[in-house]
């Protein structure tokens, strides 16, 4: 094969047939250590700096829809509408270096979701939440770190791209930030790449690192938040320069667009590097978080929700708004890569519900609603979006296939933009309930006799009560 590919008329998800998880890699991870010790010391030294990045295709607003995903298919897109509903997938951080066992733990519970009972449950599309390669974006792990743990996904797979994504191996030489991941995220094509190892998966059209992504109900602005441990950088600002503003303009297009059209669907943002973080190795990016928060404000357009990895593990938070509406804050940051807790040594775990940041003059209140943060702790996001509500649940992947109830969730009434009762969908127990009930209403009528032709016990205590009366 080239190191072009193969070019495909059409894009290709799962293989034909499947397969048992792996037991080994087939490229063993060598330790990183080395590279490492130096980064921590360029660290110090302050010599780490965010990358530049090529600029997508498509403008200032670069967008990409589902159904130009599925080949220019109308037909899925059709079906999605016809259901009233889309349901998807997110996680982040799934790329692991010690072998393949935990990513094919999350990886094979997504694909169970493939097996409902209602069609308009099956989910359409992944969106992983960066980290999708350890640990320096190498083209060489595609295989075992992506292909091979998504062999079985019959669906799309879109990403942001991580800091692991787009980070260079300081004693790595000749290789380009986010080489591996522009190839087999960003392709102007649907190609079968040389790192998909002989499977069938052809690589995503994503227009660049950030874009808009369309799909029936549901819009997801995707950020790049470049290639620091901490924090997140999308734009020059502060300490941090050479990137230019063009994700502020973006953001701002995309917010404008919304606002101007009158969107009436869920409005996300994706990125790698969370907001807020609850006691994790990772901290908050605050100058990230404070630059799109400013467009916001500029355009009058906020996010319905915002989702991120990097903290590798699954964090929920609301942050309260002065004008009464509320935002999930989302982390889910263990989808195959050493899940962690959020402290460290003797000291214990946060107690949720909590404030992690007050009201104040010019600040939100957010607080830490709940998680899951223990390690060997793996899982994904399953989001539902309708025409009037987002309910983004959090599945654990140990629970397994025979399991479908979320360990935690959330339920954003799109209009009014508060916490709402989900309104659950009749998957036919209802039904079935009510048919079970008329027939027993038709064969059993109160107050006669009951099948076997002998009084019932009910019309006998009835029959007695009347007796005594008299």
Wanted: proline share 8%; with cysteine; net charge neutral.
């Amino acid at each position: 094969m080239s190191q072009e590919g193969q070019v495909q008329d059409q894009p290709i998800f799962a293989q034909p047939e499947a397969t048992a998880d792996p037991s080994t890699f087939k490229i063993k991870h060598p330790s990183d250590n080395p590279a490492y010790k130096v980064i921590d010391q360029l660290n110090k030294e302050k010599k780490i700096n965010p990358l530049p990045f090529p600029p997508p295709r498509g403008g200032v607003e670069p967008t990409l829809t589902l159904q130009e995903v599925f080949g220019g298919n109308p037909g899925p897109i059709n079906k999605i509408t016809a259901n009233g509903q889309i349901v998807f997938h997110a996680t982040g951080d799934c790329g692991s270096t010690v072998g393949p066992k935990t990513q094919s733990e999350v990886a094979d519970k997504m694909v169970a979701d493939f097996n409902e009972a209602d069609p308009k449950e099956v989910p359409q599309f992944n969106f992983l939440l960066g980290d999708v390669i350890y640990s320096f974006g190498e083209t060489q792990y595609y295989y075992d770190q992506f292909y091979e743990p998504y062999r079985e996904y019959p669906a799309p797979i879109l990403a942001v791209a991580g800091n692991h994504d787009g980070m260079v191996s300081p004693v790595t030489q000749g290789v380009d930030s986010l080489e591996g991941f522009l190839r087999n995220f960003c392709s102007e094509t649907f190609t079968v790449t040389p790192e998909a190892g002989g499977l069938s998966r052809t690589a995503q059209i994503q227009p660049g690192v950030f874009f808009t992504f369309d799909a029936p109900f549901v819009r997801i602005l995707a950020l790049y938040s470049n290639t620091l441990e901490d924090p997140g950088v999308i734009a020059d600002g502060g300490a941090y320069s050479g990137l230019g503003t063009t994700q502020l303009d973006f953001l701002t297009a995309a917010l404008t667009r919304a606002k101007k059209e009158s969107y009436k669907g869920a409005l996300l943002i994706a990125s790698h590097h969370p907001a807020y973080t609850a006691g994790s190795n990772h901290g908050w990016s605050q100058q990230m978080t404070s630059q799109v928060d400013a467009i916001c404000t500029k355009v009058g357009f906020w996010p319905h929700a915002v989702l991120a990895g990097h903290a590798h593990n699954y964090q929920r938070f609301t942050r309260h708004r002065k004008d009464g509406t509320l935002i999930p804050y989302l982390i889910c940051g263990n989808g195959g890569h050493n899940a962690q807790a959020l402290t460290r040594g003797t000291t214990p775990p946060p107690r949720s519900p909590q404030i992690i940041q007050a009201a104040g003059a010019g600040t939100d209140q957010v607080v830490l609603e709940n998680y899951d943060a223990a390690p060997g702790h793996y899982g994904y996001l399953r989001v539902i979006v309708d025409n009037s509500q987002l309910r983004i649940e959090y599945h654990p992947a140990g629970d397994g296939a025979g399991a479908k109830t979320p360990d935690d969730y959330v339920t954003v009434d799109l209009k009014t933009r508060m916490a709402t009762h989900y309104t659950a969908n009749d998957l036919g127990t209802p039904a079935a309930a009510q048919a079970v009930r008329q027939k027993v209403k038709k064969t059993k009528a109160p107050g006669s006799a009951s099948a076997s032709g002998k009084p019932s016990r009910a019309s006998g205590q009835a029959a007695r009560r009347a007796k005594k009366k008299r």
